[in-house]
């Protein structure tokens, strides 16, 4: 689950018509910044502990699915009031409590008698993470709609640069010692406060767009292009959810990685996807989108397939760096491919595709332990390659 993922549908926002004093743009640019690296490390954390969660409840890859299910669960009931919650509490306060119960739910996750309490606080988490993605994500609209320039790829940037960040706090504190619980314990602190200092500097006030109005807030099915491209969307979503759930996890139990240098797989991943985003409008605008499309979804593919088939532990982190590198600009490319269909508005078209991209996000992990726990986690894995494979045959549709 992540804030990049994909841009759930959201409310139509705008900056409030009132004029902002000088500075209030620039200190909301640089807050909603913190927020994406925030979730990004939170993120990082929760991926990285994912085995120590399936070790402190002993389970298998088919229980462990469900546990991953119970937070997708949570997640996609969130998006039915997301926009509501926003439309009240406003994106500062939707931002802090969203934040407060996602940190208090992972520093509980391995403290839980069992698996009774485990699934319904697993359904908060990913419920949480899904209102703070949506608060953001509106924060990030809106000050684009303001300032007049794009920021949506340097926020994205920043949830990987957190992503990496997580992941490389969890493996340096495995190696000086420090046990999962009291990781669990500390992280959630820290990115509690960052947090909550951030939001004091958001934007004050959102206001409804008129064009649209609430209905951008609800589902649409996409016909067309917009399914086509949303399916798109869907399969990089799922490639992308897996590697954050499942990569430390392949790592550590078919490569045998100890968990320390496991981690450091998913901090691979989320470092090369954060530089492929920062250097992504320079590609854009030098090539073909359908070309780089292409040339990505592939890059991703083959190196995941090389690290499946060899189970070579000096070639596990080169192919993570390269299936980030891929996975990359997916949602850059085919949001901007939406938004020039013909016959819809460009947030209209955003909403349509962002939804089933959204859900292929929070579909395939849990699918994975399905898979895993019928044969293999190894060839369960291989769902990103098929996924990545869609994605190339489908590039010289956009």
């Not at 994912?50 to 462990?64: D, F, H, M, N, R």
């Not at 949830?159 to 990781?183: D, H, I, N, Y």
């Not at 470092?271 to 320079?282: H, P, S």
């Amino acid at each position: 689950m992540s804030a990049h993922a994909a841009t759930p549908p959201l409310p139509a926002t705008a900056p409030a018509t009132l004029p902002l004093p000088d500075g209030t743009l620039s200190r909301a640019r640089r807050a909603t910044r913190v927020q994406f690296g925030a979730l990004g490390i939170i993120g990082g954390a929760w991926g990285v502990h994912i085995p120590s969660v399936k070790a402190q409840y002993g389970l298998g890859e088919g229980t462990l699915a469900v546990v991953l299910l119970a937070a997708a669960v949570g997640a996609l009931l969130s998006l039915l009031f997301a926009g509501r919650v926003i439309a009240r509490l406003g994106v500062q306060r939707t931002t802090a409590l969203a934040m407060l119960i996602l940190c208090g739910m992972l520093a509980l996750v391995l403290q839980w008698p069992g698996m009774a309490l485990l699934l319904p606080a697993m359904v908060v988490f990913g419920a949480a993470m899904s209102q703070f993605d949506v608060a953001i994500n509106a924060e990030g609209t809106a000050l684009e709609s303001l300032g007049g320039r794009a920021v949506m790829g340097q926020l994205h940037g920043m949830f990987s640069l957190g992503g990496m960040a997580g992941a490389a706090l969890g493996a340096a504190l495995l190696r000086a010692g420090v046990t999962a619980p009291q990781q669990l314990l500390l992280i959630p602190l820290l990115m509690a406060v960052v947090s909550l200092l951030a939001s004091r500097g958001m934007l004050p006030a959102h206001a409804h767009h008129e064009e649209g109005g609430q209905d951008q807030a609800h589902f649409a099915w996409p016909r067309g292009p917009l399914l086509v491209i949303g399916l798109l969307i869907f399969a990089g979503m799922t490639a992308e959810g897996v590697m954050y759930d499942w990569s430390v996890l392949y790592l550590k139990q078919e490569v045998g990685m100890p968990q320390d240098r496991a981690a450091l797989g998913y901090a691979a991943f989320s470092a090369a996807m954060a530089a492929a985003r920062f250097g992504g409008d320079a590609l854009r605008a030098r090539f073909a989108e359908r070309l780089l499309l292409r040339r990505g979804a592939l890059l991703a593919g083959v190196a995941m397939a090389v690290v499946l088939l060899s189970g070579q532990p000096e070639l596990a982190l080169p192919g993570y760096v390269c299936v980030g590198a891929g996975l990359a600009l997916v949602v850059p490319i085919l949001y901007n491919a939406a938004t020039r269909v013909p016959g819809t508005s460009r947030a209209a078209a955003i909403a349509s595709v962002s939804s089933i991209g959204y859900s292929g996000f929070l579909v395939g992990p849990p699918l994975i332990g399905g898979i895993a726990h019928a044969t293999s986690l190894t060839v369960a894995m291989a769902l990103i390659v098929v996924a990545a494979g869609l994605l190339a045959l489908g590039a010289r549709r956009v």
